[in-house]
């Protein structure tokens, strides 16, 4: 998880990264209630050999249009690429939770998604077609023993890690 | 007939930062076309050059992925509501 200070000399390191410079974390910090993050480390599990994605549902700090940072539900989606390396979220599972989250009177404020076999980092692709500035981009990955899942805010394709808290 | 055509946040800046436009046409491609024409910013962004829905939004008449329903040869009527979501991709 993101906070330690190994995490952040590997944050540091810009080596095939040069897309993109860090410049230490930046809020919102992303708040996972314990029931979603397993939500979102059962998906991923679930959808290997691809690479799994989903939504996450939560508030807007009023008078702005950045998330307050707690993940209140996460959506499972299918990945429509059934791929190992790409994901695409199937456009009928985002209209399907773009309208429960309204039902709930929350609204989406990020996606999560596994690397199957590299770092829990945004790849160029990730940066590339990082569409919501306001968005936390969770990352999963599944290449150790253990998940590792980080989160980003990626904006004009600028890559800056937020903090996660899981809780109870 | 007016149809509501709501746009995501990276495409308001074209249209002078409304959520949403009125345009006219009984067809999603007609929907587009008088957009484009209204917002030439917009040209290019949902339609490609060889005249398909780009791949890297996802439209909807309602609730329904115009891909399902006739593409750009989707009817529209007065009070249906087209929204217009960027895919949510990666790698």
Redesign the interface.
Known sequence: MAGDPASRRRAGVLGGRALSIIEGFVEPTLRLPRSEYLKIIGHCYDGLPD?A?G?LAGRVQPGT?VADGRVEVVYPTANA?ASA?????D??D???S??AAEARGLELIG?F?SHTHTEAW??P??VR??????WL?VIVSLKDGDPVLRSFRITDGKIQETPVVLES | MPVEVRL???LRAHVGGAPSVTVEGSTVGELFNGLVSQYPGLKGQLITETGDLHK?V?V?RN?D?I?YTGRLDTPVEENDVV?I???????
Do not use: W
């Open positions: 690479e994605c939504l249009n690429d390396r790409t994901y695409s979220v456009s009928r985002l209209i399907k773009i309208r996606v998604h945004p790849s692709t990730d077609q990082a569409m919501e500035p306001s981009y | 995501p946040t990276i890297f996802n909807y609730d992925d891909r929204s979501i960027p895919a949510v991709a990666g790698g």
